[in-house]
């Protein structure tokens, strides 16, 4: 299998970086070295993943790394990748990908997912599987890592998956972890915790606000967090980005919790916007 990988690198050099990260999971480690690439964060990740210590050090050791694999588009960019880059939990790594049969489940003959909205589809199955079966929406933060929850974040994040940390970090209103832990697009639950966020924490309202067309490109969920904003800033008696040409779908019904607006700043509410009267 590695004469395999080394004769497909040689005859498809654009293919080095997928064979790169083959030889990681299999431990073909000479052969990894043969190829000569850039350090690239994907491959340490699964390196990592796959307990192949080798190539791991051999990428995070280096002074300069390198986004070179992008799991979510499934792209890579061999020409102009991203340099200064960190291990922060990108990789659609092995481990992730196997699928296991729950006890006492029985599938019927149309029992099937036959789709799913994953930001990883790696394998470009949508992910189908029976209908019982867990799916990589089903996440666990292991015990050792769990004080990632209330510590300041290394710089390489161990080998866990964070959805759970983007949700923490979304209800508590926590701007710099939302924009390094973010994927692009919202997890399960995400929208939520970033509802939560906005009515609670100013600051990370005002983030929102500036960035939330880059952040929430689908505009139902754009909507939902517009909604929030202007709640917040209704809160602390701010109008000033609401006048009879804002959205009416975009300003929210709940806007006098956990605080409640000046009487003054609501009649001036309702009077620049007679439609929220009710």
């Known amino acids: 299998m590695e004469e395999t990988y080394r004769e497909l690198s040689r005859q498809y050099p654009r293919m080095r970086y997928q064979v790169g990260k083959a030889c990681a999971v299999a431990g073909y480690n000479r052969l990894y070295d043969e190829l000569q690439l850039l350090p690239d964060i994907s491959i340490a990740e699964e390196a990592e993943d796959n307990n192949n210590a080798y190539v791991r050090d051999a990428i995070i050791n280096k002074p300069e790394r390198y986004a070179v694999m992008n799991d979510y588009t499934r792209t890579i960019n061999i020409d102009a990748p991203r340099a200064g880059a960190s291990l922060n939990g990108d990789t659609a790594v092995r481990s992730t990908l196997e699928k296991t049969r729950p006890?006492?489940?029985?599938?019927?003959?149309?029992?099937?997912?036959?789709?799913?909205?994953?930001?990883?589809?790696?394998?470009?199955?949508?992910?189908?599987?029976?209908?019982?079966?867990?799916?990589?929406?089903?996440?666990?933060l292991q015990s050792q890592y769990v004080d990632l929850t209330y510590k300041p974040l290394?710089?390489?994040?161990?080998?866990?998956?964070?959805?759970?940390?983007?949700?923490?970090?979304?209800?508590?209103?926590?701007?710099?972890?939302?924009?390094?832990?973010?994927?692009?697009?919202?997890?399960?639950n995400e929208i939520s915790t970033v509802i939560r966020g906005a009515y609670h924490h100013t600051p990370f309202a005002r983030w929102l606000d500036t960035y939330v067309e880059d952040l929430f490109p689908d505009e139902s969920e754009g909507v939902l967090v517009r909604r929030a904003i202007h709640a917040r800033f209704i809160m602390n008696n701010d109008l000033s980005r609401i006048d009879r040409f804002t959205k009416g779908d975009s300003l929210p019904e709940l806007f006098w919790w956990p605080h409640c607006p000046h009487p003054d700043t609501l009649q001036e509410f309702a009077w620049r916007r007679p439609d929220m009267k009710h």
């Open 103 to 140: 006890y006492g489940h029985d599938t019927g003959k149309h029992e099937f997912i036959e789709y799913s909205s994953h930001y990883f589809d790696i394998q470009e199955d949508c992910h189908v599987r029976p209908l019982h079966w867990r799916g990589p929406e089903y996440t666990v």
């Open 154 to 188: 290394p710089r390489d994040l161990p080998p866990v998956n964070k959805d759970i940390l983007i949700l923490m970090a979304a209800w508590d209103g926590n701007i710099d972890r939302c924009s390094r832990l973010r994927r692009p697009k919202p997890v399960e």
